[in-house]
């Protein structure tokens, strides 16, 4: 059974605690909302769990998955930034991503999931932000990997693209995979729970006496 | 290691205090002791009193060197242990190593002047110093360039092992380089073998200077533990306004 | 497709197509070297003698100039983050980077050499040394750059201060570089034992380069 678990984690950036005690535990099929306050470290958490950030203290641990991987090695990451390069065309992008992420999906296929596959052959260069936001979604798409860590997926995308998001993180959910989603506003789907940080962190500082 | 969590340097901030001044007196004495050793060592007969600038210029180059070493050791303790006193032992090192370099090209240029006719040869020991000093301005730069204290530590940590593995490697190629652009004709920073009468005050220089190195280095050891408690508070008052 | 062949293929087809990369070293190879006869003069011998040199400095500096984009693009948009959640070693991605660097910075600069020596009247022997140093020697400038394109990704304006790390790191091989071409001008000394160095230089900076880097990104990039 797959569950990601976090325990007693901490975060400290730029000699800054952004948060700390920490703890959650998700099994495949859940999605995670982590919500709070911005500067609460929501963005932070993700980069851990997807190993770009150390943790102070504390740890992650990933169980019925593949053991010779790292947490961050079976996860997708979609940040703030969009990663594509402007001069490749769409389709060249994600073909990619594909290759890097050790995808087996079709591009055509996550293009035409996302509704860009009428611009494949178009530099990137072009896309309206969301269009950009969309091609950095398609990654989801080409490559299966269990966990998602999606960071503001729906900022810059329509009312249809916030449907066609819902879909896509409905479609992962239901084959197995786990879902943390870091959103400001509206979620595009019901999370099965929530990790509010900011109050947890604060809380903690108080009890702490401020040292 | 969160910004509360100061204990581990906290406690060595107390320990330095005491001992900092038995060093300075040590390192005091130290040089009395050498000064006088020295003031008895003879002159050289082909250079005069000038020899005597060997007691600084030699030390200074053992000591560039060994900062150097020190920080590759404290290098490895950030980036294999993440020991925070292993950033602090680095950073405080760097400044100190570069000016003992320096007054080892200094020292260096001016015992060469008056056999060589000009304050700069390209001598091979000379130049290698020189791109020592050069790869301490890198490291320097680096620490300061980089906001964040825990990344400065681990690039200037990366930063300063890869110098470690390249010092050899720069001091063959200067010694090589400079044998194919010299010949035989070379006018070497030292002249012949050192005398014994010559050696015990060198050591004696060497021990006083490596003293006033540990004084020095404990002190901005002790400063920048400091430094950092200040940034801390700082943080943490701006946090208590948000 | 593996991912470091994509991730090759990627940055050669970027360096091409931008239309920044490979040219604008050459470009910048050719203004150096035009320079320095208004400097020293157009006494052609004493243009001969020091062209070696003059050579490998502009290759040097020309090499240092597009460091800058190896990894900070990446790191930019994003895409840095993402080639170190892949399923290859960070070593062997960031290798793959400055092999594709090298092959479209470093490359061009070997090429261009032997034309740029006809400007600074050399022979053909001698242009054909440098251009062979050249090639051995720029691998060594290219991965050694990649260890201070990783330490200076996360800075902005950080070129200035790549250029200080690297410098001093590049000495040996301008050394042994210039050292084995000018065996072909001056000679009697080989041009075997300079040039082994120089090769020997090259194939430990392709070890080192990317270890030291990937340990700089690690956790480095916040």
């Not at chain 1, 506003?185 to 500082?205: D, I, S, V």
């Not at chain 2, 680096?142 to 990344?151: G, H, K, Q």
């Not at chain 3, 061009?108 to 032997?114: K, N, S, Y």
């Amino acid at each position: 059974m797959l569950e990601l678990q976090a325990l007693d984690l901490a975060c400290v950036r730029a000699g800054r605690e952004v948060f700390a005690d920490v703890e959650f535990a998700v099994r495949g099929g859940e999605m995670l909302a982590v919500t709070g306050p911005n500067g609460a470290g929501k963005s932070s958490l993700l980069r851990l769990i997807a190993g770009l950030l150390a943790p102070a203290r504390g740890q992650v641990t990933l169980h019925g998955a593949a053991a010779e991987y790292t947490v961050g090695e079976q996860a997708h990451y979609v940040g703030h930034l969009d990663a594509f390069k402007p001069s490749l065309t769409v389709e060249e992008n994600l073909a990619f991503w594909k290759a890097v992420l050790g995808g087996g999906n079709e591009v055509r296929g996550a293009l035409a999931a996302v509704g860009l596959d009428a611009l494949a052959h178009l530099p990137a260069l072009y896309l309206s932000a969301g269009q950009r936001r969309r091609l950095s979604l398609s990654r989801l798409l080409v490559a299966a990997r269990p966990i998602w860590l999606l960071d503001e997926p729906s900022s810059a995308l329509d009312a249809a693209g916030v449907t066609m998001l819902g879909e896509v993180m409905g479609a992962h959910l239901a084959g197995g995979g786990l879902l943390l989603v870091a959103e400001h506003g509206r979620l595009a789907r019901a999370p099965t729970r929530e990790l509010q940080l900011g109050r947890a962190t604060a809380a903690a500082r108080r009890s702490r006496g401020q040292a | 290691m969160t910004l509360i969590a100061l204990a581990n340097p906290s406690r060595f901030h107390a320990l330095a205090a005491r001992v900092l001044p038995w060093l300075a007196g040590a390192t005091f004495v130290a040089f009395v002791v050498a000064g006088v050793a020295a003031s008895y060592a003879p002159d050289d007969y082909q250079q005069g009193a000038t020899v005597k600038i060997m007691f600084i210029h030699v030390p200074a180059a053992w000591l560039g060197i060994f900062a150097w070493v020190l920080m590759s050791a404290a290098a490895l303790g950030t980036l294999v242990w993440r020991h925070p006193l292993a950033d602090v032992a680095a950073k405080a090192a760097a400044p100190i190593g570069a000016a003992f370099t320096l007054m080892c090209l200094l020292t260096g240029s001016l015992w060469g002047r008056p056999m060589w006719g000009t304050y700069w040869v390209w001598d091979a020991r000379l130049t290698s110093v020189l791109i020592l000093f050069l790869m301490y301005l890198g490291v320097i730069a680096l620490w300061r360039t980089i906001e964040d204290p825990a990344r400065a530590a681990r690039a200037a940590a990366v930063l300063t092992l890869v110098g470690f593995i390249n010092i050899p490697i720069i001091k063959f190629s200067v010694d090589w380089w400079n044998t194919l652009h010299q010949g035989a004709s070379v006018l070497r920073l030292g002249g012949s073998t050192i005398h014994v009468s010559m050696l015990i005050p060198l050591i004696a220089m060497l021990v006083a200077f490596t003293f006033l190195f540990i004084t020095l280095h404990l002190a901005a050891m002790r400063n920048e533990i400091l430094r950092r408690r200040l940034r801390t508070m700082m943080m943490l008052q701006a946090d208590a306004a948000a | 497709m593996g991912p470091l062949t994509a991730l090759l293929v990627r940055d050669m087809r970027m360096a091409v197509r931008v239309g920044g990369g490979a040219l604008i070293g050459v470009v910048f190879f050719l203004m150096v070297v035009t320079l320095v006869p208004f400097a020293v003069g157009p006494d052609l011998a004493l243009l001969a003698r020091i062209g070696p040199a003059v050579l490998w400095l502009g290759a040097l500096l020309a090499n240092l100039l597009g460091l800058d984009r190896l990894l900070t693009s990446d790191y930019e948009d994003g895409s840095l983050d993402l080639i170190l959640m892949a399923r290859m070693p960070v070593e062997l991605a960031v290798a793959a980077k400055a092999l594709a660097h090298w092959l479209t910075t470093g490359l061009p600069l070997v090429i261009a050499a032997p034309l740029l020596g006809i400007l600074l009247n050399l022979d053909p022997k001698a242009s054909g040394a440098v251009a062979l140093t050249l090639l051995a020697g720029t691998p060594a400038l290219t991965f050694i750059g990649l260890i201070g394109a990783a330490l200076t990704v996360a800075l902005r304006r950080g070129g200035l201060l790549l250029a200080i790390l690297v410098l001093p790191l590049n000495t040996p091989v301008l050394i042994f570089g210039v050292a084995a071409s000018n065996t072909a001008i001056v000679g009697p000394m080989p041009f075997g034992p300079p040039f082994a160095v120089l090769c020997a230089l090259s194939l430990i900076s392709m070890v080192i380069g990317p270890f030291a880097a990937a340990l700089a990104l690690r956790y480095g990039l916040d």
